[in-house]
């Protein structure tokens, strides 16, 4: 069975960071290219950024590029997802997903094999 399971949520103020982690179980991890999606409410569920099977490539959101670092550590089966100059437009739930396929994860969430569940991302000005 697999499974993601992310940590690392909070409440932050404006300008702060966050680090998230996602950890996955149940499947070979060192060929999936991995993903971290976010949920705003009442908006979709929208891309964040992708890192590859290898941690070679990497391609973020227009929106976190530059603010938002993926990074990979296969030994340990977890992503993560470095946060800072958070803004009042980053809340919400973030959730990694798991896609053989790396060029479909930045063209939304239709195409991923696998979801975690989420973890709740707040901040405060």
């Known amino acids: 069975q697999v499974q993601l399971v992310e940590s690392g949520g909070g409440l932050v103020q404006t300008g702060g960071s966050l680090r998230l982690s996602c950890a996955a179980s149940g499947l070979s991890f060192s060929v999936y290219n991995m993903g971290w999606f976010r949920q705003a409410p009442g908006k979709e569920r929208e891309f964040v950024a992708v890192?590859?099977?290898?941690?070679?490539?990497?391609y973020y959101a227009g929106s976190v590029k530059g603010r938002f670092a993926i990074a990979r550590d296969n030994a340990k089966n977890t992503v993560y997802l470095q946060m800072n100059s958070l803004k009042a437009e980053d809340p919400a739930v973030y959730s990694c997903?798991?896609?053989?396929?790396?060029?479909?994860?930045?063209?939304?969430?239709?195409?991923?094999?696998?979801w975690g569940e989420g973890t709740l991302v707040t901040v405060s000005s």
């Open positions: 890192i590859s099977w290898s941690g070679g490539a990497v």
């Open positions: 997903a798991a896609n053989l396929d790396y060029s479909a994860l930045p063209k939304g969430p239709a195409g991923v094999d696998y």
